[in-house]
């Protein structure tokens, strides 16, 4: 079971890039990165996913590294809403059991 | 977009009676799913539905049983509920897609707080 490690909480300021990172040391070949937001009273929300390289969309990027032993989820000039928790998960495609989606990590962003 | 309907968002319970949550997504989603939430364990798998009347535990299905007659309806079953089982329950459904496509996001509900007194 390839397990994450990510920040308990980060702080920042409206306008600010943040950068959030996950390891997972224990990928496997045929694993996915996923990153996941979480408002208070509400599930889950897909932001974005991954296997290799750069990936960007309309509200993040990541940026997995050669050996993809970690990840890196960047969201650009956050506001006040993006204070959320965010979890970062990898699974081998269809395998639902081997989802782990940890504590995540909680940002605060300040004003 | 995606609607997963938990059926209430609240539900007060005794010890020992049988509980149903109930989820109903509108996407023809193949894949659903159960979960609990508690404070910094993060989310559990406790069963997974990956087609009608198919189930599969997850990490914690100790407790709980599940029931999908319905593709769109997926059942959590608390058999006998014990106070720790209290917590934040969470459904979510999700398309099966090609592997080229990696794992499909999966869609949630708002959650069911359960608290069994």
């Known amino acids: 079971l390839a397990k994450t490690t990510q920040p308990i909480s980060m702080d920042s300021y409206e306008g600010q890039e943040v950068n959030i990172t996950c390891s997972h040391n224990n990928i496997a070949t045929n694993d996915y990165i996923t990153w996941y937001q979480q408002f208070p009273s509400q599930g889950p929300r897909f932001i974005i996913q991954?296997?290799?390289t750069k990936v960007t969309n309309e509200v993040a990027s990541l940026f997995i590294p050669a050996d993809r032993k970690s990840s890196t989820l960047s969201l650009p000039r956050v506001s006040l809403s993006d204070t959320a928790v965010y979890y970062c998960?990898?699974?081998?495609?269809?395998?639902?059991?081997?989802?782990?989606f940890g504590s995540g990590t909680k940002l605060n962003v300040k004003p | 977009d995606v609607k997963v309907t938990q059926s209430s968002r609240y539900l007060v319970k005794r010890t020992g009676e049988k509980v149903f949550l109930e989820c109903v997504q509108d996407?023809?989603?193949?894949?659903m799913f159960w979960y609990r939430q508690d404070p910094g364990l993060g989310l559990r798998l406790i069963y997974f539905?990956?087609?009608?009347?198919?189930?599969e535990k997850g990490d914690i299905p100790e407790g709980y049983s599940v029931s999908r007659e319905k593709k769109e309806r997926f059942s959590l079953i608390l058999e006998s509920a014990s106070t720790n089982q209290t917590s934040m329950y969470l459904c979510?459904?999700?398309?099966?897609?090609?592997?080229?496509?990696?794992?499909?996001?999966?869609?949630f509900g708002d959650g069911t707080r359960l608290s069994i007194l």
């Open positions: 991954g296997y290799k």
């Open positions: 539905s990956y087609d009608v009347k198919m189930k």
């Open positions: 998960l990898v699974s081998l495609y269809g395998n639902f059991n081997k989802f782990y």
């Open positions: 996407m023809d989603h193949e894949n």
């Open positions: 979510a459904s999700s398309y099966s897609g090609g592997r080229e496509d990696g794992n499909q996001p999966q869609h």
